[in-house]
């Protein structure tokens, strides 16, 4: 079965430092798999997302995310962090049996001034 | 583009009563997805529709939760009798396949007291 991991409930980083949110995931065949943002008292919204191609994905607010199939990982980033990039983050993978998505339990990411 | 279109933003009622959610999906998709966010159950999907039918409604908690979707601009997610611990937010996705990633509502925040 299709599935992400998102091994940190939290993430904590200091403005104007590198971060990194974790996303592993588990499907048989070639993966799509997308990042999604959650402001507080907002629905989730589309960051970016890896069909194919490149592995580094860039998207939305200045956040990035590389594909690595042989740890079959999906990791955002971003080399600068922002106290407004506090916000809860999720992963989620394509399941092609059903052709839903299927999110990770999100990591809450705060950026300290 | 208006987007996903849910209503109300908040509602508060008694327990024991009916609430009715609304949502009216993006023209064009033809995906429809209800899911419950809580702090502690996280984000689950309750039910999904393609092309205004139920494809997979093993998510809905129980009897009292139902959801129609009578045409492919509306649909509704009822809950009868209310009870506090439905108290969450629902959020209503469409999209036209999942390759193209999800367009979330902003949510209807539930609480039943």
């Known amino acids: 079965a299709q599935s992400v991991a998102q091994p940190e409930d939290q993430v904590n980083v200091a403005e104007g430092n590198p971060l990194t949110v974790k996303c592993t995931y588990s499907?048989?065949?070639?993966?799509?798999l997308f990042w999604y943002v959650q402001y507080p008292n907002r629905g989730l919204q589309f960051l970016l997302k890896?069909?194919?191609?490149?592995?580094l994905v860039k998207g939305s607010y200045g956040f990035e995310a590389e594909f690595n199939k042989s740890q079959t990982s999906f990791h955002l980033k971003k080399p600068s962090a922002l106290v407004s990039d506090s916000a809860l983050y999720f992963c989620?993978?394509?399941?092609?049996?059903?052709?839903?998505?299927?999110f990770g339990t999100g990591t809450r990411l705060q950026v300290f001034p | 583009d208006a987007g996903v279109i849910q209503s109300p933003r908040h509602e508060v009622t008694e327990m024991g009563q009916e609430v009715t959610l609304r949502c009216k999906p993006i023209?064009?998709?033809?995906?429809l997805f209800w899911y419950r966010q809580t702090m502690m159950r996280g984000l689950e999907l309750l039910i999904y529709?393609?092309?205004?039918?139920?494809?997979?409604d093993s998510g809905m908690p129980e009897d009292r939760f139902s959801a129609k979707m009578p045409n492919a601009s509306f649909s509704t997610l009822k809950i009868q009798p209310s009870e506090p611990r439905d108290s969450a937010v629902y959020f209503c996705?469409?999209?036209?396949?999942?390759?193209?990633?999800?367009?979330f509502g902003s949510g209807t925040r539930l609480t039943v007291v």
């Open positions: 996705a469409s999209s036209r396949r999942s390759f193209y990633g999800y367009t």
């Open positions: 499907v048989s065949g070639n993966p799509y």
């Open positions: 890896y069909i194919t191609g490149d592995n």
């Open positions: 989620a993978v394509r399941d092609f049996n059903t052709d839903k998505l299927i």
């Open positions: 023209s064009g998709h033809d995906y």
């Open positions: 529709f393609n092309n205004n039918v139920p494809i997979d």
